[in-house]
């Protein structure tokens, strides 16, 4: 990985393809699957090869705080060398303190420079939590500066956020009860700037780099969910396109690791599966290359890209078994609900019925006339 | 009626008005059309399964875009946030100017080949859907003259290309001759009532002669019917259940009568589809006999080891499988069972069997001759697929499919015979008596 490119804005994104030796094929079916990953028509296709050839690289610092350099390692290790690590290798990455060759004091020097040089644009990528405003900020400091100084420095010439994995994006681990550092997360602190959570535990690799490339060809952030998440990759639950829905419909379920419901592949539902709640990329994308995920493998999804998740009820406990006193109200809205949704679905035939009755019978006597 | 301004071009009043066609369209719109509307992602994945679409690179042929009438009554009319539009006037209406433009995309630019519901991400039927639109173009006078002709003959005459039974005997009389069998017709009892298509009996009467020499070397009790033998169904084609429930109850009374167990729709896409799947639902109840394509009957007696053949095509043979029968009917492995009987050097297409590509003439294209630019172009996505694999023949089981390949194969100066795979199993049957057929044979 490039780190410290000096005039990191001349080549164009294709030429530098080219170089790596990526075929103009290779580059053409990563925007077709980056198209189709963020629901774009196919139509545009041309145009994200066009923006994506064209683009010059933009300076990224990539801030580590409170993390385990899980996010940085899932980047990297999306097995190389795949266009999603050229893609990175050709944006400017200017300072990324797990990646870099220079320590100390040089490494620093570094992003202070990017961050004059390309004020206003660079991209600030952070991953891992930090000790809010109030906390003590001696509980994570990077050469002697607070993360909280650090990150708000950087923020102000920052072009935009990306808030790489759950720590970043929600407090996750750090910020768990009972929080004994004050963690929060980047969008609790970053209010005037676009922030872009890529959430999970870690990300999966493709929507980071989804994202940037989104950045590159339109110059603007993906469409966001609530929480902040391109909604291309966090639009659908993993319950909705898990492989094993067909057996959660059929009311199949694996009761233990080792029953025979576990091997013949049935859902994971009952051993605490948060895949219905539970939104991001991992049953349509997978890991590794596309190997595999973890309901493939056998493990009920622990919902790492949802906010609060360390502290949403134990992993292996089922979505049905309220983690609260349970609520009677909501039993009375289903059936509300039921009665509302029979009446319209009545009403709803009988109308289909009086057009079918409405409709005119066509005579071959008729067509004639039209000839 | 008062006399109206004439819209389309016939001076007259017509019977077909646009309320007429929205009432009809309206007809159409049940819980599966609803929930498909409300599901499409737009995604745009169906234009690149549409060969009108890839072949023309004109967006307005992306197959979605075909259901846009259906669409804007379903949003207007069926869902709470059309309805409240429509109190405040914001819905765009379905008007006859838009039906005359949609009419090129809903029968020219389509062959209701299927291959757009079946990539669909979320699975709308999306040519259920066209099949259904045009319920709502017929009623509204929105049709191609040549689909109409179709529809007018074939209930007036018995046959979409006007062709008359004793047509057909001067047929049976050729074959009787040429083959020394008999050919039966309205045989009481019998096993199987073969039904023809009008393009086969006119454009290959190898067909029939091909039947009569399997039948009579595999000892099938079957027969022609002289009250009905068309199992073509052009209200299938135009789009109106009158007409093609009319059609089906022909071949339905037919059948009653001989008080046949089953009936062999031919060589031709549309009509097993309109037998074997529509009718039924058409005619409103279950039919007291079994319908089956002719490809699987041969494959039945083959598996039964009732055909028994000798030699091999030693070209080069590739299938061109028919959209109705693979696609929409799951028939796929049966003609290629029989291509293993008789092809010493079988090639598949590279996308066959369920993906197959269509040629481009079938859903009425080939019977409308405005389409005919159309069709030409749809076809160069099979006229690249044969390119690619480089057969000496193709083989198909489908006259509008053969048709189309040698019409369009001919227009690229390929030099790539087509033919029927009843014939081809026909040429290759082991004589019953060997010794005393030597001597007559030339």
């Given at each position: 990985m490039r780190v410290f490119e000096k005039n990191p804005l001349e080549k164009g994104l294709a030429e530098r393809l080219r170089e790596h030796g990526v075929s103009r094929r290779g580059f053409l079916k990563f925007c077709a699957a980056t198209a189709s990953m963020m629901a774009l028509?196919?139509?545009?296709i041309p145009a994200i090869a066009a923006a994506l050839e064209r683009a010059r690289r933009p300076s990224v610092i990539w801030l580590s705080f409170q993390e385990c350099t899980g996010c940085t390692e899932s980047l990297t290790r999306s097995?190389?060398?795949?266009v999603e690590d050229l893609i990175l290798d050709l944006i400017?990455?200017?300072?990324h303190h797990t990646l870099q060759a220079a320590a100390g004091e040089a490494a620093e020097a570094a992003r202070e420079q990017a961050m004059r040089d390309n004020h206003g644009q660079y991209l600030l990528i952070v991953d891992g939590s930090l000790p809010g405003p109030?906390?003590?900020?001696?509980?994570s400091t990077i050469a002697g500066v607070s993360n909280y100084s650090m990150l708000m420095e950087a923020v102000e010439g920052a072009a935009a956020v990306i808030a790489v994995g759950t720590c970043a994006a929600f407090g996750g681990l750090p910020a768990a009860a009972p929080n004994p550092t004050g963690a929060v997360s980047v969008m609790d602190l970053v209010k005037d700037k676009p922030v872009v959570n890529v959430s999970g535990?870690?990300?999966?690799p493709m929507v980071i780099t989804g994202v940037l490339a989104h950045f590159l060809t339109f110059g603007r952030l993906p469409e966001l969910d609530e929480?902040?998440?391109?909604l291309a990759f966090f639009g659908q639950s993993i319950h909705d396109r898990c492989y094993r829905r067909p057996f959660y419909d059929k009311g199949l379920?694996?009761?233990?690791?080792?029953d025979a419901g576990a091997r013949a592949g049935w859902c994971l539902y009952r051993l605490g599966c948060k895949g219905p709640s539970t939104y991001n990329a991992c049953a349509t994308m997978r890991w590794n290359a596309g190997t595999s995920w973890p309901i493939e493998a056998g493990h009920p999804c622990?919902?790492?890209?949802?906010?609060?998740f360390w502290d949403?009820?134990?992993?292996?406990?089922?979505?049905?078994?309220?983690?609260g006193p349970a609520s009677d109200y909501l039993l009375a809205a289903g059936a509300v609900g039921a009665v509302a949704g029979a009446v319209v679905a009545t009403k709803a035939r009988g109308r289909a019925k009086e057009e079918a009755a409405v409709r005119q019978p066509v005579t071959v006597e008729e067509l004639e006339q039209k000839l | 009626m008062s006399a109206t301004?004439?819209?389309?071009?016939?001076p007259e009043s017509s019977p077909f008005t646009l309320e007429r066609g929205l009432a009809a369209f309206r007809a159409e719109i049940d819980g599966p059309v609803a929930a498909f509307f409300s599901s499409c992602?737009?995604?745009?994945v169906c234009a690149q399964s549409c060969p009108f679409y890839l072949e023309?690179?004109?967006?307005?042929?992306?197959p979605i875009l075909k259901l846009e009438p259906l669409r804007l009554i379903w949003a207007a009319e069926f869902t709470l946030l059309g309805r409240l539009k429509g109190l405040l006037g914001l819905n765009k209406q379905v008007t006859d100017e838009m039906l005359t433009q949609w009419e090129e995309l809903i029968?020219?630019?389509?062959?209701?080949?299927g291959r757009c519901s079946l990539v669909c991400p979320v699975g709308n039927d999306i040519q259920a859907m066209v099949r259904k639109s045009r319920e709502g173009m017929v009623a509204s006078g929105h049709v191609p003259e040549g689909l109409i002709g179709a529809s007018v003959r074939a209930v007036q005459t018995g046959s979409p290309m006007g062709l008359q039974w004793k047509t057909l005997q001067v047929q049976i009389n050729h074959i009787e001759t040429s083959t020394g069998l008999t050919v039966p017709v309205?045989?009481?009892?019998?096993d199987y009532l073969v039904m023809l298509s009008s393009m086969e009996v006119i454009n290959f009467p190898e067909y029939l002669e091909a039947i009569t020499r399997i039948f009579d070397h595999a000892g099938v009790s079957w027969t022609l019917s002289t009250q009905c033998f068309e199992a073509t169904n052009a209200g299938i084609q135009i789009g109106n259940k009158d007409v093609a429930a009319l059609l089906v109850q022909r071949v339905v009374d037919a059948a009653v009568a001989l008080g046949v167990k089953n009936v062999i729709s031919p060589e031709c896409g549309h009509a097993y589809t309109a037998i074997r799947w529509e009718g039924p639902n058409l005619i409103g109840r279950p039919y007291p006999f079994h319908v089956f394509h002719i490809i699987e009957v041969l494959d039945q007696l083959r598996a039964a080891g009732r055909i028994k053949t000798e030699g091999m095509e030693t070209d080069r043979l590739s299938l061109h499988d028919p959209c109705n029968l693979?696609?929409?009917?799951?028939?796929?492995q049966q003609q290629r069972n029989l291509m293993d009987l008789i092809a010493a050097d079988f090639v598949e297409l590279k996308e066959h069997g369920k993906f197959q590509w269509c040629c481009g003439a079938g859903g009425g294209v080939s019977s409308n001759e405005r389409a005919e630019p159309l069709k030409i172009a749809a076809f160069k996505m099979k006229k690249a697929q044969i390119e690619e694999v480089e057969p000496a023949r193709m083989v198909t089981m489908c006259a509008t499919c053969r048709t189309q390949l040698e019409e369009g194969l001919e227009h690229f100066n390929m030099d790539i015979p087509v033919v029927g795979l009843t014939e081809l199993i026909a040429e290759h049957l082991v004589e019953h008596e060997p010794a005393e057929q030597a001597e007559g044979a030339t």
């Open positions: 028509p196919p139509a545009m097995h190389a060398p795949t400017s990455l200017d300072y109030d906390a003590n900020p001696g509980y535990c870690p990300p999966v929480y902040h998440r391109p379920f694996a009761e233990t690791f080792d622990l919902g790492c890209a949802e906010p609060r949403a009820g134990g992993f292996y406990v089922p979505l049905s078994v309220p983690t | 301004p004439s819209s389309n071009g016939s992602v737009h995604c745009g023309t690179g004109d967006p307005k042929y992306t029968y020219d630019s389509c062959s209701m080949c309205d045989q009481a009892g019998a693979a696609r929409k009917s799951g028939v796929i």
